[in-house]
């Protein structure tokens, strides 16, 4: 069987090859173009295709793939809402992907951006390359006593309460499911109106579908404390990016730490610093200096790219012997 591997990165090599190097029968072309209605050819041949967050699997481009004799989607991610699953389930293509791979590398990720928002870590390294050793403008905050709001308490949300408990902070929380080991360790579940109304930082870590797509709106924003410090390592589609800049202008939102961004596609995972941007809602985020904006690397950890390659390679073995049921978890369709 052969495999395409799309928006293959030179620092994917050493987890590729640990992960597929004692795969049998399967062959892996990288390709380093991203997967898009232009580059279908690249799967001709191809029964397999491995995907990441980046690649765009709309229903044109998996109608394509079917056409080229795709068969199988491996995604290199937990989420999935790139994935155009009815297009998938109508072309009987199986898509896959690898529901866990560190909760922790995103939630300490999540952690690092309130501690930069708040102490200012990234302005202080400027300052003191230039010998300017004034503490003018880095006052912040002790976490310790503040009141956390952590959106959807999952594998990721959950290690994030978890440190967040550690400093000392309030945790409130909502989901769907409540999870009683948190609410043993102090965590209160609260309706989401009620977190937006007391927490003074709050944290995304729902998956993003049709009913959490904007849930940070500009109502949302107006019922949240003044100055409130709103994190987003989850999906750029949570929020409503507008909204989000109104918020900033106004000063109702007092911090801004975003891993993703409703457009990233455009933007993410290359170089394009000899490139002009035509993003300008993008451009306007960066002009505050209240805002940390990241190119989605919260998941980027040496554990992390281990586990997705080698859930990656269990999945492809898995298909390839017809031994689906072994990886029940990883099946989106
Ligand atoms: P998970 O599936 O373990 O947890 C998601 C939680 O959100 C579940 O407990 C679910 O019940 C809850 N939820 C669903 N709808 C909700 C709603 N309307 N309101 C509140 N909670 C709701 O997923 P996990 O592994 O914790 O990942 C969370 C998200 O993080 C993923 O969906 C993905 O979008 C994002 N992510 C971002 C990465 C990055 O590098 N920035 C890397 C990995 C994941």
């Known amino acids: 069987m052969k495999i395409g591997i799309f928006s293959f990165r030179e620092y994917e090599e050493p987890f590729l090859k640990l992960a597929f190097d004692k795969l049998k029968g399967i062959k892996v072309v990288t390709q380093s173009a991203a997967l898009n209605a232009q580059t279908i050819a690249l799967a001709h041949g191809c029964e397999a295709c491995c995907c990441f967050v980046s690649d ?3 229903q044109t481009v998996i109608e394509g793939l079917a056409k080229a004799g795709v068969k199988l989607i491996a995604l290199r991610s937990a989420g999935f809402n790139h994935v155009d ?10 898509v896959m992907r690898v529901p866990a791979y560190s ?33 003018n403008g880095l006052m ?3 976490l310790h006593g503040k009141t956390v709001g952590v959106v959807g308490t999952g594998k990721i949300g959950r290690a994030f309460a978890r440190i967040m ?11 769907i499911e409540h999870d009683p080991e948190l609410v043993k360790l102090g965590v209160s579940y609260v309706t989401l109106e009620s977190l937006y109304q007391h927490a ?15 849930l940070i709106n500009k109502k949302a924003i107006a019922s949240m404390k003044d100055g409130v410090m709103l994190i987003n390592t989850s999906r750029g589609g949570l929020i409503h990016t507008a909204a989000l800049i109104d918020g900033l202008k106004s000063g109702k939102i007092g911090y801004l730490g975003l891993d993703v961004y409703e457009e990233e596609e455009h933007l993410f995972f290359r170089d394009l610093s000899n490139t002009v941007i035509h993003d300008d809602v993008y ?43 072994t990886v029940a978890d990883n099946m989106v369709v």
């Not at 501690?115 to 503490?135: D, P």
């Not at 400093?167 to 409130?172: I, P």
């Not at 003074?200 to 904007?214: E, F, Q, R």
């Open 56 to 58: 765009d699997l709309s």
């Open 283 to 325: 451009l306007r985020l960066q002009t505050f200096p209240n805002v940390m904006l990241t190119g989605h690397q919260a998941f980027f950890t040496a554990e992390a790219m281990t586990r997705i390659y080698q859930t990656t390679a269990d999945n492809v073995r898995a298909y390839s012997t017809g031994a689906l049921g």
């Open 140 to 142: 912040g905050f002790d």
């Open 103 to 135: 909760p922790y590398a995103v939630a300490e990720f999540a952690v690092g951006l309130i501690l930069a928002l708040n102490r200012k870590y990234h302005r202080a390294y400027a300052h003191v390359q230039e010998h300017n050793f004034s503490l």
């Open 200 to 214: 003074d930082i709050i944290s995304l870590h729902c998956p993003l579908y049709d009913k959490t797509k904007h």
């Open 165 to 175: 408990l550690g400093f000392g902070c309030h945790v409130l929380a909502t989901d």
């Open 85 to 94: 699953i009815e297009a998938a389930k109508k072309a009987g293509i199986t």
